[in-house]
């Protein structure tokens, strides 16, 4: 299985926990298999809107998701809980295929749904957004002057639907019109069921916190309001949650100082406060209005590191020799006085020799911080840290939230410098209660498997490119490095992100691979991420010689862990969807208008296409390339007409014409324009 001598003693223990659950059983000659096939299966339903459909079984076996076909589903929709027959459909490949037959619905998975209310033949009917469900749902008794077709709503599902219905409605909130940003915002939080509004006994906590806060009132905290601070932000925040400070020393060492807005002063554990940024888990960030985990009060108030005033923090002290390696590290709990608000912009302009009246302080300490990031930066990439080279875009809003444009995201060293002193925090952090053996909740990022890899390098080799079976971190940023600049990067530095494990909250010490560190958690955002909260208060109960967390709670991380790395994941579904959203409605705009893109997939039916100004993708259908057979190889990454000899790859420029936007499905249908380069 090409398990190295290092890697065995973690495979082993993962073995054993398979085994243990019952995931992994011993075969015949000591093979390691999954679990001999069952005549049932119990799982997770996936409608397809072509009627088929999935289940993702609770217990993996040798099938994998078991295949539903559009007569067997039963009426079950997405996120339903199933229970199927399993039965042979013969062999493919030389091997037995199975199929399901749906006969038992446990659980439904969707009550509530968002979606647009449309009219035809006097009948209502309700288009659902995205593709949870696929079908439209029936609403009865509405009255054409109490709604209006186009209107978002959110509908509670009464009747569900049989083997050839549809299912049925009421209408529970009305969200106003399709196409408007708040509108559309608000189908987004409703959709992911995203927690919008402060209960007033939280507020009530949130705002005591904020008035009683007496910035003397612990004298036993370590005094910074002497060292020069700055902090560096986009221009719009308002959360000043981070802020450095860089001090020489006699030895020729230097001495990083990063510090943290001490949240866990304010949000006392088991209050109303802790329990709802619990629940909420983490800031969710949309164009023009954020959904914060803590009361305004506290995120851009007392919490805030703003300019001039003294404000509790959490201290991360690291020191550096004149390589930028580390030497030492200590954490302490502090009060700062910021010397400086800077944006990036100001920042660069610092590092660019721009500094006309600015304190001559602050302009030496920005000067100095470039000079450690880029000495920390190199360092960290000897290490194997990976730099993908994924283009960003910002979005162009006019002044009622539609999208008018695009521009390339600000790329200014600035940011480097701010997401190198963050990194080296929370790997200092880490490692801190790693060594004393203390749990806490750590950001691990997995190394990723064998087939994620084995599937990038087949995607690799369809671009032109190799890689090997199992390649190296360096393997990889060569790899990264040598497509640069070619029109197939974007496809690869994408194939290269998607073979990566999703990052997630964890008790277990399991390193992040993507950064190289052996020791990581997140420590830097605890005005909008719980996780970082929690470490703040196990820094404190250290500082303060307090006693270790009890076994029972610590076992009780794990759980946490789990519902915060799902929190996470929502949040950022939600926050990608509703760019996706805004990006679509504008595109609906440019019916036939042609734009320049780079094909990043090839599957069975057609090709995806990324379009470079908005980086938003869509698909050309077979049946749109032209009166020819199409013969597609997605493990070569070519679609080829037998005819016309037209080969189109991954990773090839292609220009295109809008044909088609579904946007309650979230789908763009593109056309060649008939200029594209080919092969």
Request: charged share 30%; proline share 4%.
């Amino acid at each position: 299985m090409g398990i190295s001598d290092r890697d065995y003693g973690d495979f082993r223990t993962a073995y054993k926990e398979l085994r243990d659950s019952g995931r992994l059983v011993i075969g015949a000659k000591s093979a390691l298999t999954l679990p001999a096939v069952e005549k049932t299966l119990r799982g997770r339903f996936k409608s397809n809107p072509r009627g088929f459909g999935f289940i993702i079984p609770d217990e993996p076996d040798a099938r994998g998701d078991l295949f539903v076909p559009p007569d067997k589903t039963r009426g079950a929709m997405t996120g339903d809980l199933v229970v199927a027959r399993v039965v042979k459909r013969g062999k493919r490949q030389g091997k037995i295929s199975y199929a399901g037959e749906i006969f038992e619905i446990v659980e439904r998975g969707l009550t509530k749904i968002v979606g647009t209310l449309e009219q035809a033949d006097g009948h209502w009917f309700v288009i659902p957004d995205g593709r949870k469900l696929t079908t439209p749902v029936i609403v009865r008794d509405i009255s054409k002057k109490e709604f209006g077709t186009g209107t978002k709503v959110v509908i509670e599902i009464v009747e569900y639907p049989g083997t050839n219905d549809l299912p049925v409605g009421v209408i529970v909130e009305t969200l106003g019109p399709r196409g408007q940003l708040d509108t559309e915002i608000l189908s987004v939080i409703r959709a992911y069921g995203i927690r919008d509004h402060f209960e007033e006994d939280v507020l009530k906590v949130a705002r005591k916190a904020a008035t009683s806060f007496d910035p003397g009132s612990e004298p036993s905290r370590d005094d910074l309001t002497s060292l020069t601070v700055v902090t560096i932000d986009p221009d719009t925040a308002r959360d000043f949650d981070d802020a450095i400070s860089l001090e020489e020393n006699e030895d020729g060492t230097s001495t990083l100082g990063v510090h943290i807005a001490d949240v866990s002063h304010f949000v006392r554990e088991g209050s109303a406060l802790d329990a709802e940024a619990r629940r909420r888990g983490t800031s969710v960030y949309f164009p023009r209005r954020v959904i914060p985990m803590l009361p305004e009060t506290l995120s851009n108030g007392v919490c805030s590191l703003q300019q001039g005033v003294r404000r509790f923090t959490k201290t991360a002290f690291i020191t550096y020799d004149n390589d930028g390696n580390l030497v030492s590290s200590r954490l302490c709990e502090s009060v700062i006085k910021s010397t400086r608000r800077l944006t990036y912009t100001e920042a660069q302009d610092i590092c660019d020799g721009k500094t006309a009246g600015l304190p001559v302080e602050v302009v030496a300490l920005v000067t100095r911080m470039e000079a450690l990031a880029r000495k920390i930066e190199a360092r960290r990439t000897a290490q194997g840290m990976l730099h993908l080279n994924l283009r960003e875009v910002q979005l162009v809003l006019d002044s009622d939230g539609a999208v008018v444009d695009a521009k390339e995201a600000d790329t200014s060293y600035t940011h480097k410098i701010i997401e190198m002193f963050m990194v080296e925090a929370n790997d200092a952090v880490a490692a801190f209660f790693a060594k004393r053996g203390i749990p806490i909740i750590r950001r691990v990022h997995p190394k990723p498997d064998f087939e994620s890899f084995e599937q990038l390098g087949a995607f690799v080799a369809a671009c032109g490119h190799t890689i090997s079976k199992s390649p190296s971190r360096s393997q990889l940023q060569g790899l990264v490095d040598e497509v640069r600049d070619l029109p197939e990067s974007y496809a690869v530095n994408l194939a290269v992100l998607r073979s990566f494990q999703k990052a997630v909250y964890s008790v277990k010490n399991d390193g992040h691979y993507a950064l190289a560190s052996p020791d990581y958690c997140h420590f830097t955002s605890p005005i909008r991420r719980y996780p970082d909260l929690t470490v703040h208060r196990e820094v404190a109960r250290f500082v303060r010689k307090e006693k270790s967390r009890p076994s029972r709670e610590s076992e009780s991380l794990t759980d946490l862990s789990d519902v915060l790395s799902a929190k996470e994941r929502s949040a950022s579904s939600a926050e990608i969807e509703l760019k996706q959203v805004l990006v679509l409605q504008h595109m609906a705009k440019y019916l036939g208008s042609t734009f320049e893109g780079v094909i990043t997939g090839v599957a069975d039916f057609g090709m995806f296409v990324q379009l470079n100004k908005y980086m938003a993708e869509g698909v050309i259908r077979l049946q749109d390339l032209g009166d020819d057979w199409w013969d597609v190889s997605a493990t070569e990454g070519t679609v080829r007409g037998e005819v016309s000899g037209i080969s189109y790859r991954i990773g090839d420029p292609i220009e295109v014409s809008i044909a088609k936007v579904d946007v309650p499905m979230r789908q763009m249908d593109l056309m060649p324009a008939g200029s594209e380069k080919r092969r």
